[in-house]
């Protein structure tokens, strides 16, 4: 069975789609919805939004439902927000499959449960064929602040780490979209991060986090830079990524530091805290590392350390590094 | 200029285009934006979210900059909650006309003012041509409820009022999309109903109140009989409709009852306020009116008493009414 036009108009097939759509998402406050939705207090709410227009919709590790849920938790997260209420825009293309579409809504329902959080609005326009490419998806997050990580905390000395091996998912979806047949298939690292920066939080201090999706590390390390007038001094050698990663990056000739990921973060913590930084991140993933400390030499740059001593900048990405990785 | 794939990925040119984008909604919550935003605690918090998919972009009347923020306020208002807190998700085709983008940007700007809310974050999509038609704008909205407008409210012997005549939003679509050319062109309602409502509840004890929009009057009556198991009786005569209106309609063989508003309300008062409260109504717009009452005869129906004494149904809406009306 397939969308039709009349499914997003207002009408009787409208609300038998929306009936559809809301068991996946069944809670006390979409109960109380009308043309909005009543919600408790929050005292230090923390609020992001996010449009998800992957292609293809389907990707090994994930899917654009998982995708949008965890990558809007994820921004909280990174604030120290606790994922609490979400509100989902889906745009569907006339013609697409319900069947697909109950699939990518049981993978967001799934990703709720993990984030603990709850959808307590959504909406759903269906567009004619031609009018949009399947199906995009917009949602908006707000969050409870558990600690004020920012990175107005970074200074000096500071160590950095990241959560595991980067530029999974980048690497993912070029592989699929360009048809590269490997002998270990790659798995984007699409997943929630609150969980693990919960447990950050509870027992180490924590300054700063963020998830290096587009524009990958590169982008997060110039931003923090930019942001505070420091720099990120990284260690070439210490930044871990997978073998079947290098070999899709040297087929294309990018930079895994460049690469988006899905379930990555980037974090500062005082010099002090890093080792029991990394050991709990290990947990989590054997793959967490290390990779440099925030230092003054370069003013707003980030620079790459070679294990010869050498340095280079490591530019913030441009061009058209990829469309529609998210 | 046009926008250009490289500005929605992630690197510089995403960053120009964000700073270009950010200059229309300058506040101190976006200044400490990261991956996300710090907001005030909020008491009772009122949560909504809307797509917007509208064509053509620019109609007699507003623009989908105008409505995308007027559409979300008015969702916020009708449940009694003034508008706080905005996230936009703009998805761009490749291409698109950077003049264009301003001048909705532009718009959205000024339908904020009107409603005193804030942008507090936003995310930019570019996919490539033809994954998209123009734009398409997601809008996120919290709000503070200052009173509990519900349509649990409505009780049997409620009057029914509407807030203006009715349908021209679905009818200036409609002509612009059919070339219809009229001695009267119709203007889209299309305006922000934060500032009537506000008036309304300082004034009256006002019970619930829906914006008419996909699915129009039909829909809320519907919704609103079946929500109560009560019936909504509604004079026929009484529905203010323009004449250019009503032409439109007889050319196209549409009810204006079913004709999408944007800047049109119903609401439900008990008997003895309603004509303080088409008071205050008719001095935001004359053609507001009383338009029937509450009763119990056919439960969860909405029906029309002609002025010869007949009734007839007004069932829900049903069918292709017209795709990318909002």
Partial sequence: MKV?????????????????IQKFFHNDYLQKAEDATPLDGIEKPVMTTDSFTISPLFFNGGDIGKLSIAGSCNDLAMMGGRPLFLTFGLIVEEGFELKMLDKILNSMAKELKINGAKVVAGDTKVVPKGSVDGVFINISAIGERQASLSQRNIEEGDVLLVSRDIATHGA????AREGIELDNQIQSDCASLWPVIEELMENVDIKAARDATRGGVAAVLNEWARARGLTMEIDEESIPVSEPVKGICEILGFEPLVLANEGTFVAAVSSKEASR???I???HNPNAAIIGKVGTQY????ILKSPWGTKRFLDMPSGEILPRIC
Avoid: C, S, V, Y
């Fill in 281 to 283: 991140l290990k947990k």
């Fill in 277 to 279: 930084a990394l050991e």
């Fill in 172 to 175: 993912a979806i070029f592989a």
């Fill in 4 to 20: 039709t036009l009349a499914m997003g108009n207002g009408g009787e097939e409208n609300l038998e789609l929306i009936e559809r």
């Fill in 299 to 302: 003013p707003k740059k980030a």
